[in-house]
């Protein structure tokens, strides 16, 4: 049997470092944190060989004086903590004291620093955990960590290192989280001599846009929000923009980087209903919280965390998160489009009648207009000099629907009706007309809007029901004539005993035979679907699930597929006020740029768009 003893500091070094160097990317991690938390405001990055050759970081921070150079290649030496109570409020990126000993172990490493009060900088270096005298160096006020060959004198380990584009990648990624973390510094990043990043000081959104692309800021909204001692600000993508990955996924901690799961099933359970399929989101996103109420302590990497209060976080995340995602027509004003200009002329089908007058625009144009010259959220008659044979073209092809009162289930709309003068022109503008029987044609201030009527109304019927269920109970439209269809046994069985869920649901099935079912009153939201497809839709649930799991975890999924039932299909005629009364509860109700299943409801065209599709001013 071994005796016990004790391992060589050296080894033990090592064994250290695998667990906190684990690659050149876990080595960059930590001397730009430790460059950070010394001040500073400029930090050049320099690679060779994907960070295996050589990793050197230079910074214009407050240095280490000329006696404390040999500490800062010792194990469990540090500035930054002192006792119990500091480790439990930790402020700084840094603490533990490893990381640079860790580098002693498995590389060559040279430390170079001056402070400010120095005349000249002091340098010493290790090789093998054996430290060299500091000797003096010629350097600018800050400090220099280099670091060649990694892992020379451990193979095992450096065999396990991937390619060097393959480490380069990694330590690109460690480099974009440290700049998005401390848009106020200015970093750089070279590669085999060549320059990769330059990013000067930034705000946030400037340094996320210069990170992340213009698409990515295009396609998100901004998140700011505090509540107590908690807040939370960044950029969240739209469903619209969202990944086959999650490599824009990038959440931080009182400044740092951290994967965590509360955290993490808080951003799921926002996205939950309006993102499409096995899609992720993009999301940059600063967690500030007191220091005493989140252990960083908890993993050799400082990667995750632990909350105090875990479930207060996860739900001050995800509402904040809902509210942003689900706002009427969030990301609208994201969108970079023209100013609106005095050619803006809403079009509508034109009436029985039309003026012939030669100053029909300049009419149209006075009407668009108040006193104050404002725009007017009024839609006119096309002024357009029209023989009356292709009118009666038009009104034999599609029917002469002028003055009705129309609905499309949930939206309600008169012909007649006008959005009231004073509140400027709706966001989604004017309808136009129908496309293809599956789009509608509309004209707002920027342009022209294109909408997916079925996905549209689809958002918006499911969010009257899930409304309706959170009442307690969904209204029900008994029907003139039950309808009755053949069922299964199990199908007769489910609809007797579960009743009262049913009659939540706004469902009245009653058993006919052994056999068979009649349907007699449905949800009144759900008026244009079909019966029986809707009834054994919900008889399948209940079957499949229960009623107490259909109401909760499977809620959505059910009210999706009531909502799909009552939407309007394709080929479906619509007027102009069903159009625009589908365009008005757009605006009006939350999550609507996104269908039940994340696919997007409606695109915005610029007229600057359109007229570079026409070559216009070319």
């Given at each position: 049997m071994s005796a016990i003893r004790l391992l060589p500091d050296l080894l033990i070094n090592q064994i250290a470092a695998g667990e906190v160097i684990e690659r050149p990317a876990s080595a960059l991690k930590e001397l730009m944190e430790n460059s950070l938390d010394a001040g500073a405001t400029e930090i050049a990055v320099q690679l060779e060989g994907g960070g295996i050759k050589l990793l050197r970081v230079r910074d214009n921070g407050g240095g280490i004086a000329h006696g404390e150079l040999p500490f800062?290649?010792?194990?469990?030496?540090?500035?930054?903590?002192?006792?119990?109570?500091?480790?439990?409020?930790?402020?700084?990126?840094?603490?533990?004291g490893e990381a640079l000993a860790s580098m002693a172990a498995v590389a060559?490493?040279?430390?170079?620093?001056?402070?400010?009060?120095?005349?000249?900088?002091?340098?010493?270096?290790?090789?093998?955990?054996?430290?060299?005298?500091?000797?003096?160096?010629?350097?600018?006020?800050?400090?220099?960590?280099e670091l060649r060959e990694l892992y020379f004198n451990t193979p095992a380990r450096r065999k396990f290192l991937k390619s060097e584009a393959t480490e380069f990648a990694y330590c690109e990624e460690a480099f974009k989280r440290i700049a998005l973390s401390r848009p106020d510094a200015a970093l750089s990043l070279q590669h085999n001599n060549r320059m990769v990043w330059q990013l000067p000081a930034h705000s946030l959104q400037q340094r996320i846009t210069a990170l992340l692309g213009d698409e990515f800021a295009q396609g998100a909204v901004s998140v700011d929000r505090q509540?107590?001692?908690?807040?939370?600000?960044?950029?969240?993508?739209?469903?619209?923009?969202?990944?086959?990955?999650?490599?824009a996924q990038f959440f931080f901690v009182n400044g740092r980087f951290v994967r965590d799961k509360?955290?993490?099933?808080?951003?799921?359970?926002?996205?939950?209903?309006?993102?499409?399929?096995?899609?992720?989101?993009?999301?940059?996103?600063?967690?500030?919280?007191p220091p005493e109420q989140v252990d960083v302590n908890v993993h050799p990497a400082k990667s995750e965390v632990r909350f105090r209060d875990s479930q207060a976080i996860h739900q001050f995340i995800f509402h904040t998160l809902q509210q942003a995602l689900g706002a009427p027509m969030a990301g609208a004003e994201t969108k970079e489009t023209p100013e609106p200009d005095s050619s803006f002329r809403p079009l509508v089908r034109a009436q029985d009648k039309l003026r012939p007058e030669s100053s029909a625009f300049n009419q149209l144009d006075s009407g668009l207009r108040r006193n104050d010259n404002t725009l007017t959220s009024q839609?006119?008659?096309?002024p357009l000099h029209t023989a009356a044979q292709p009118l009666a073209f038009y009104d034999a092809l599609f029917g002469n629907r002028g003055g009705a009162q129309l609905s499309v289930a949930g939206c309600q709309a008169n012909e007649s009706d006008e959005p009231p003068s004073d509140t400027g022109i709706p966001p989604l503008?004017?309808?136009?007309?129908?496309?293809?029987?599956?789009y509608i044609l509309a004209q707002n201030q920027y342009g022209m809007v294109i909408v997916d009527m079925h996905a549209a109304h689809e958002r918006i019927v499911y969010e009257k029901l899930k409304a309706a269920l959170d009442e307690q109970r969904i209204p029900a439209q008994p029907l003139l004539i039950p309808v009755s269809f053949a069922a299964a046994?199990?199908?007769?069985?489910?609809?007797?005993?579960?009743?009262?869920?049913?009659?939540?649901?706004?469902?009245?099935?009653?058993?006919l035979s052994p056999t068979t079912l009649a349907v007699r009153a449905m949800p009144a939201l759900l008026k244009q679907a079909h019966a029986e497809a809707a009834a054994r839709d919900v008889l399948h649930e209940l079957r499949e699930y229960g009623a107490s799991r259909a109401l909760t975890e499977r809620r959505n999924e059910l009210l999706a597929t009531l909502a799909c039932h009552a939407a309007v299909r394709a080929n479906q005629q619509l007027t102009l006020a069903e159009m625009n009364g589908i365009l008005r509860e757009m605006e009006r109700t939350e999550r609507s740029g996104q269908c039940n299943h994340g696919r997007p409801t409606w695109f915005q065209i610029s007229l600057a768009e359109l007229d570079a599709m026409f070559m216009r001013g070319k």
């Open positions: 800062a290649l010792m194990r469990h030496a540090t500035s930054k903590i002192s006792s119990l109570d500091d480790l439990q409020r930790v402020a700084s990126m840094g603490f533990r060559q490493v040279t430390l170079t620093s001056r402070i400010t009060e120095s005349t000249h900088a002091w340098q010493i270096q290790a090789v093998d955990g054996t430290q060299s005298d500091a000797a003096p160096a010629a350097h600018a006020h800050g400090t220099s960590v509540a107590a001692n908690l807040r939370l600000y960044g950029m969240v993508s739209l469903p619209a923009y969202s990944r086959a990955t999650r490599d509360v955290l993490a099933h808080a951003l799921r359970q926002a996205y939950q209903d309006i993102l499409h399929h096995q899609r992720h989101p993009a999301f940059v996103l600063f967690l500030e919280l839609q006119h008659t096309m503008g004017f309808a136009l007309a129908q496309l293809a029987g599956i046994a199990l199908d007769v069985a489910t609809a007797e005993e579960e009743q009262a869920t049913l009659a939540q649901l706004g469902f009245d099935l009653a058993p």
